[in-house]
Structure formats: structure tokens, C-alpha cells
């Protein structure tokens, strides 16, 4: 009986937070580069002073789909995308790198292009400072030109070029901003194999429909793991009658 209760509690508390890891896909549904979570779950032994005869669920989230969401047209020139398989390289507040599939830049007051998300982008030497200029265009290479005041259409001069990478998938993982990250910390390097989109932003891979079945056959365990435990309490009750009558 001690067993049966254990096991339909954890699984209870266990189906909770899995709810939560769907329901944050959800909510990030419409959010432009969003990397969907992944969620598992799994019975886990119990160890402790004894021999783990009891057994109790775990729910997980073993990492992240990396595959890409559709492209967005805007016709924004600030608006990028990567195509294909890849990743642009932004900095982090604490001076370290992390990783995008897309940017809706803007050039702060001091001049550094900034993603959507107001970290700076990357260039070959760090983050990309733009100087006063009147237009400004990012080729498939990742290459930043401008046409600095006064200048004629045709004058058009490179400033930097944004850091692409490809890291190995399995040193990837997403940080608590939502931005990618190496698993092991260290800075991916520049991979001329990645290619931009210029006025496209790459949706979220969040499939809503895949999303929401998860939530309501989640929200029927939960069900059955609380009818779980009601019968465990009523088993304990009629046993303890019995055991009271003798």
C-alpha cells in the first residue's frame, strides 16, 4: 500500500511540471527563433539506507528540438535569418557568447546592433559597432555594410561581418535566457558554410496542435494519478476496519 501511494504521489507532483515544460512551449508559440523543449518521463529507483525497493516518477526535459521553424517575410533589412543549418553568435551580459536563429536588429544610441533581444551581435573582433550612416545591409555572408551621411547610393562600405557558427548539436544546450549555449562554455568557432536571409525572422518550431494534445493527455494522467491515491487512502481505510474487528 506504502508502495502504491508512493508511486501514484510522485507521479502526480512529476505530471505537474511536466505540464509546465508544454505550456512554456505554448506560451513562446509566436515568439520568432523559439527552440521548442523537449520533455520525457521515466521511473527512477529510490536509494537510500536500504536496497532501493521502491520506485518513483521523474519527469525530464533531455534537451532541445533544434530543428528550424518556417521563415517569416517582413522586407526588413534588419530582419535576419539563418538558412539551413547554423547559428549567429550574440553576447551575453556577462561578456560571454551565445547563439540565435534569428534577429530582429536595431543600432542602440551608442551605435551597437543589437538582436531583438537587446544583446549585441557578434562580429570578428566582438560585438559590431555602426557608425552614422543612412542605410544598412547584411548579406547572405553575414557581412554588414552601410552608406555612411552624404554618401551616394552606390557608396556602400563594410563595417564588420556577424559571426556565424555550426557547432556539434550535443555541445548545445538553452540557457535560462532562452538563448543557445556550448555545454562546455567555449566560444564556437566561425563557420563560412553558414549563410543569412536578409528581411526574413524564423518562426518558433512550436507545433501547437502536438503541443496541446500533450497538455490534455498530461491533464488525464494527472487525473488518474489523483484517483490513484484516493484508492490507495480507501484500501488503508478498509484495512485498518479489518484489522480493527480482529
Not at 505530471?15 to 520525457?40: M, V
Not at 557608425?131 to 562600405?157: C, L
Not at 538563448?179 to 524564423?202: C, E, N
Request: negative net charge; glycine residues 10%.
Amino acid at each position: 500500500m506504502d508502495k502504491y501511494l508512493y508511486v501514484a504521489m510522485t507521479g502526480a507532483s512529476q505530471n505537474a511540471l511536466a505540464q509546465k515544460a508544454h505550456a512554456n512551449n505554448l506560451a513562446n508559440i509566436s515568439t520568432n527563433g523559439f527552440q521548442r523543449d523537449l520533455e520525457q518521463a521515466r521511473s527512477m529507483p529510490v536509494f537510500g539506507d536500504s536496497f532501493p525497493a521502491r520506485a518513483f516518477a521523474l519527469t525530464e526535459r533531455p534537451g532541445t528540438d533544434f530543428s528550424p521553424g518556417a521563415m517569416i517575410e517582413t522586407g526588413r533589412d534588419l530582419d535576419v535569418a539563418v538558412s539551413g543549418d547554423g547559428w549567429m553568435a550574440v553576447q551575453t551580459p556577462d561578456g560571454g557568447e551565445a547563439y540565435v536563429r534569428s534577429a530582429s536588429m536595431n543600432v542602440d544610441a551608442l551605435g551597437v546592433l543589437r538582436a531583438g533581444n537587446g544583446m549585441p551581435i557578434m562580429g570578428n573582433g566582438g560585438p559590431i559597432a555602426v557608425p552614422p550612416q543612412q542605410k544598412i545591409e547584411v548579406g547572405a555572408d553575414g557581412t554588414v555594410s552601410i552608406r555612411a551621411m552624404g554618401e551616394g547610393p552606390r557608396v556602400m562600405a563594410e563595417v564588420d561581418r556577424i559571426k556565424l557558427v555550426q557547432p556539434d548539436l550535443k555541445n548545445m544546450t538553452k540557457g535560462l535566457d532562452g538563448t543557445i549555449h556550448t555545454k562546455d562554455g567555449q566560444p564556437a568557432q566561425a563557420d563560412a558554410r553558414v549563410t543569412l536571409t536578409s528581411g526574413f525572422l524564423q518562426a518558433s518550431n512550436v507545433n501547437a496542435v502536438e503541443e496541446m494534445t500533450a497538455v490534455l493527455a498530461l491533464s488525464k494522467q494527472f487525473e488518474l494519478h489523483i484517483k490513484m491515491m484516493n484508492s490507495a487512502k480507501e484500501d488503508d481505510q478498509a484495512m485498518t476496519r479489518v484489522l480493527s474487528m480482529s
